[in-house]
T-cell receptor, first 113, second 113 residues
Framework: GENVEQHPSTLSVQEGDSAVIKCTYS??????FPWYKQELGKRPQLIID?????GEKKDQRIAVTLNKTAKHFSLHITETQPEDSAVYFC????????????FGGGTRLMVKP | EAQVTQNPRYLITVTGKKLTVTCSQN?????MSWYRQDPGLGLRQIYY???????DKGDVPEGYKVSRKEKRNFPLILESPSPNQTSLYFC????????????FGPGTRLTVL
Protein backbone atom coordinates (compact mmCIF):
# COMPACT_ATOMS: atom_id res chain seq x y z
CA GLY A 1 0.00 0.00 0.00
CA GLU A 2 0.86 3.67 0.03
CA ASN A 3 3.52 4.95 2.43
CA VAL A 4 3.89 8.66 3.16
CA GLU A 5 6.91 10.01 5.01
CA GLN A 6 6.99 13.54 6.36
CA HIS A 7 9.93 15.67 7.50
CA PRO A 8 10.82 17.29 9.76
CA SER A 9 8.80 16.05 12.72
CA THR A 10 9.32 19.38 14.50
CA LEU A 11 10.16 22.78 13.08
CA SER A 12 10.82 25.98 14.95
CA VAL A 13 11.01 29.30 13.10
CA GLN A 14 11.06 32.96 13.99
CA GLU A 15 7.98 34.99 13.20
CA GLY A 16 8.24 36.35 9.68
CA ASP A 17 10.50 33.58 8.44
CA SER A 18 9.45 30.91 5.96
CA ALA A 19 8.71 27.29 6.83
CA VAL A 20 8.97 24.28 4.53
CA ILE A 21 7.60 20.82 5.24
CA LYS A 22 8.41 17.94 2.90
CA CYS A 23 6.63 14.67 2.16
CA THR A 24 7.46 11.70 -0.01
CA TYR A 25 5.07 9.02 -1.18
CA SER A 26 5.63 5.55 -2.52
CA UNK A 27 2.73 4.79 -4.87
CA UNK A 28 3.15 6.42 -8.28
CA UNK A 29 -0.61 6.00 -8.83
CA UNK A 30 -1.38 8.56 -6.11
CA UNK A 31 -3.02 11.61 -7.63
CA UNK A 32 -4.35 13.78 -4.82
CA PHE A 33 -2.27 15.43 -2.10
CA PRO A 34 -3.95 17.47 0.66
CA TRP A 35 -2.43 19.25 3.62
CA TYR A 36 -4.24 19.48 6.95
CA LYS A 37 -3.58 21.77 9.90
CA GLN A 38 -4.39 20.67 13.43
CA GLU A 39 -4.27 23.21 16.22
CA LEU A 40 -3.80 22.00 19.76
CA GLY A 41 -6.86 20.11 20.96
CA LYS A 42 -8.73 20.71 17.72
CA ARG A 43 -9.71 18.65 14.72
CA PRO A 44 -7.64 18.60 11.48
CA GLN A 45 -8.74 21.08 8.84
CA LEU A 46 -7.83 21.20 5.16
CA ILE A 47 -5.63 24.16 4.28
CA ILE A 48 -4.60 23.40 0.71
CA ASP A 49 -4.54 20.51 -1.72
CA UNK A 50 -3.04 19.70 -5.11
CA UNK A 51 -3.78 17.18 -7.82
CA UNK A 52 -1.23 15.35 -9.89
CA UNK A 53 -1.93 17.37 -13.02
CA UNK A 54 -0.68 20.55 -11.34
CA GLY A 55 2.89 21.35 -10.24
CA GLU A 56 2.21 24.20 -7.85
CA LYS A 57 -0.70 25.86 -6.10
CA LYS A 58 -0.80 29.00 -3.97
CA ASP A 59 -3.26 30.46 -1.51
CA GLN A 60 -2.06 33.70 0.06
CA ARG A 61 0.88 32.79 2.34
CA ILE A 62 0.79 29.08 1.71
CA ALA A 63 1.85 27.12 -1.34
CA VAL A 64 2.27 23.49 -2.24
CA THR A 65 4.61 22.07 -4.86
CA LEU A 66 4.51 18.60 -6.37
CA ASN A 67 7.25 16.67 -8.13
CA LYS A 68 5.64 13.54 -9.56
CA THR A 69 8.89 12.17 -10.94
CA ALA A 70 10.56 12.26 -7.56
CA LYS A 71 7.31 11.45 -5.74
CA HIS A 72 7.54 14.27 -3.29
CA PHE A 73 5.52 17.32 -2.40
CA SER A 74 6.13 20.24 -0.07
CA LEU A 75 4.23 22.84 1.90
CA HIS A 76 5.65 26.35 1.97
CA ILE A 77 4.47 28.95 4.47
CA THR A 78 5.83 32.46 4.03
CA GLU A 79 5.82 35.32 6.55
CA THR A 80 4.96 32.97 9.36
CA GLN A 81 2.81 34.21 12.24
CA PRO A 82 2.28 32.81 15.74
CA GLU A 83 -1.17 31.56 14.70
CA ASP A 84 0.55 29.28 12.17
CA SER A 85 1.81 27.22 15.13
CA ALA A 86 0.14 23.81 14.82
CA VAL A 87 0.70 20.26 13.62
CA TYR A 88 0.63 19.90 9.85
CA PHE A 89 -0.16 16.63 8.08
CA CYS A 90 0.40 15.77 4.47
CA UNK A 91 -1.56 12.97 2.82
CA UNK A 92 -1.78 11.10 -0.44
CA UNK A 93 -4.58 9.29 -2.22
CA UNK A 94 -4.96 7.40 -5.48
CA UNK A 95 -8.70 7.49 -5.22
CA UNK A 96 -10.27 10.39 -7.07
CA UNK A 97 -12.64 10.99 -4.23
CA UNK A 98 -9.75 11.42 -1.82
CA UNK A 99 -11.28 9.16 0.73
CA UNK A 100 -8.56 6.58 0.90
CA UNK A 101 -6.06 8.93 2.44
CA UNK A 102 -2.67 7.86 3.76
CA PHE A 103 -1.26 10.49 6.10
CA GLY A 104 2.29 11.38 6.97
CA GLY A 105 3.40 11.37 10.60
CA GLY A 106 2.92 15.11 11.07
CA THR A 107 5.14 18.15 11.64
CA ARG A 108 4.83 20.28 14.73
CA LEU A 109 5.51 23.87 13.65
CA MET A 110 6.34 26.41 16.31
CA VAL A 111 6.50 30.07 15.33
CA LYS A 112 8.33 32.14 17.91
CA PRO A 113 7.26 35.78 18.25
CA GLU B 1 -24.85 24.39 11.24
CA ALA B 2 -23.04 21.91 8.98
CA GLN B 3 -21.04 19.58 11.17
CA VAL B 4 -19.77 16.14 12.06
CA THR B 5 -20.50 15.04 15.60
CA GLN B 6 -19.04 12.21 17.65
CA ASN B 7 -20.06 10.71 20.95
CA PRO B 8 -18.73 10.22 23.47
CA ARG B 9 -15.87 12.73 23.42
CA TYR B 10 -14.00 10.95 26.19
CA LEU B 11 -14.25 7.33 27.28
CA ILE B 12 -12.33 5.22 29.76
CA THR B 13 -13.15 1.53 29.66
CA VAL B 14 -11.69 -1.85 30.49
CA THR B 15 -10.32 -4.60 28.30
CA GLY B 16 -13.00 -6.70 26.65
CA LYS B 17 -15.99 -4.47 27.30
CA LYS B 18 -17.76 -3.80 24.00
CA LEU B 19 -18.21 -0.17 23.07
CA THR B 20 -19.58 1.96 20.25
CA VAL B 21 -18.49 5.43 19.21
CA THR B 22 -21.16 7.19 17.21
CA CYS B 23 -20.58 9.54 14.29
CA SER B 24 -23.18 11.62 12.54
CA GLN B 25 -23.03 14.23 9.77
CA ASN B 26 -25.75 16.59 8.59
CA UNK B 27 -24.19 17.57 5.25
CA UNK B 28 -25.63 14.71 3.17
CA UNK B 29 -22.11 13.52 2.39
CA UNK B 30 -21.62 10.25 0.54
CA UNK B 31 -18.29 9.35 2.07
CA MET B 32 -17.41 8.73 5.70
CA SER B 33 -14.24 7.47 7.37
CA TRP B 34 -12.77 6.61 10.73
CA TYR B 35 -9.18 7.43 11.70
CA ARG B 36 -7.07 6.91 14.75
CA GLN B 37 -4.37 9.37 15.70
CA ASP B 38 -1.29 8.29 17.63
CA PRO B 39 1.83 10.36 18.34
CA GLY B 40 4.35 10.17 15.52
CA LEU B 41 2.08 8.01 13.38
CA GLY B 42 -0.21 10.68 12.04
CA LEU B 43 -3.76 9.72 11.18
CA ARG B 44 -4.35 6.16 10.10
CA GLN B 45 -7.53 5.15 8.37
CA ILE B 46 -9.48 2.36 10.04
CA TYR B 47 -12.53 1.97 7.78
CA TYR B 48 -14.29 4.03 5.17
CA UNK B 49 -17.67 4.00 3.52
CA UNK B 50 -18.60 5.26 0.07
CA UNK B 51 -22.34 4.95 0.55
CA UNK B 52 -25.06 3.26 2.56
CA UNK B 53 -24.23 -0.42 3.09
CA UNK B 54 -20.85 0.02 1.35
CA UNK B 55 -17.83 -0.17 3.66
CA ASP B 56 -14.21 -1.15 3.20
CA LYS B 57 -11.09 -1.61 5.27
CA GLY B 58 -8.51 1.09 5.65
CA ASP B 59 -4.95 0.60 6.81
CA VAL B 60 -5.62 -0.57 10.40
CA PRO B 61 -9.00 -2.36 10.54
CA GLU B 62 -8.10 -5.15 12.98
CA GLY B 63 -10.22 -5.08 16.12
CA TYR B 64 -12.83 -2.68 14.69
CA LYS B 65 -16.19 -2.96 12.98
CA VAL B 66 -18.36 -0.37 11.29
CA SER B 67 -21.79 -0.17 9.76
CA ARG B 68 -23.52 2.30 7.43
CA LYS B 69 -27.22 1.68 7.62
CA GLU B 70 -28.11 5.32 7.10
CA LYS B 71 -26.30 7.97 5.11
CA ARG B 72 -25.78 10.28 8.08
CA ASN B 73 -24.46 7.75 10.62
CA PHE B 74 -21.26 5.72 10.69
CA PRO B 75 -20.66 4.11 14.11
CA LEU B 76 -17.35 2.54 15.10
CA ILE B 77 -17.63 -0.65 17.14
CA LEU B 78 -14.95 -2.22 19.28
CA GLU B 79 -16.22 -5.70 20.14
CA SER B 80 -13.42 -6.52 22.60
CA PRO B 81 -11.26 -3.47 23.22
CA SER B 82 -7.61 -3.92 24.15
CA PRO B 83 -5.07 -1.44 25.57
CA ASN B 84 -3.41 -1.01 22.16
CA GLN B 85 -6.65 0.61 20.97
CA THR B 86 -6.10 3.49 23.36
CA SER B 87 -6.01 6.43 20.97
CA LEU B 88 -7.68 9.57 19.69
CA TYR B 89 -10.35 8.70 17.13
CA PHE B 90 -11.70 10.96 14.42
CA CYS B 91 -14.68 10.48 12.20
CA UNK B 92 -14.71 12.37 8.90
CA UNK B 93 -17.11 12.90 6.04
CA UNK B 94 -16.65 14.10 2.48
CA UNK B 95 -18.97 14.89 -0.40
CA UNK B 96 -16.57 12.97 -2.60
CA UNK B 97 -17.61 14.53 -5.87
CA UNK B 98 -16.92 18.22 -6.39
CA UNK B 99 -14.47 18.36 -3.53
CA UNK B 100 -12.29 15.85 -1.73
CA UNK B 101 -12.10 17.82 1.50
CA UNK B 102 -12.64 15.69 4.56
CA UNK B 103 -14.61 17.33 7.37
CA PHE B 104 -13.51 15.94 10.69
CA GLY B 105 -15.51 15.47 13.85
CA PRO B 106 -14.21 16.79 17.20
CA GLY B 107 -12.51 13.52 18.14
CA THR B 108 -13.05 10.85 20.79
CA ARG B 109 -10.29 10.14 23.26
CA LEU B 110 -10.48 6.48 24.23
CA THR B 111 -8.51 4.86 27.04
CA VAL B 112 -8.64 1.08 27.45
CA LEU B 113 -7.31 -0.15 30.77
Amino acid sequence: GENVEQHPSTLSVQEGDSAVIKCTYSDSASNYFPWYKQELGKRPQLIIDIRSNVGEKKDQRIAVTLNKTAKHFSLHITETQPEDSAVYFCAASKNNAGNMLTFGGGTRLMVKP
Amino acid sequence: EAQVTQNPRYLITVTGKKLTVTCSQNMNHEYMSWYRQDPGLGLRQIYYSMNVEVTDKGDVPEGYKVSRKEKRNFPLILESPSPNQTSLYFCASSPGTMTNEQFFGPGTRLTVL
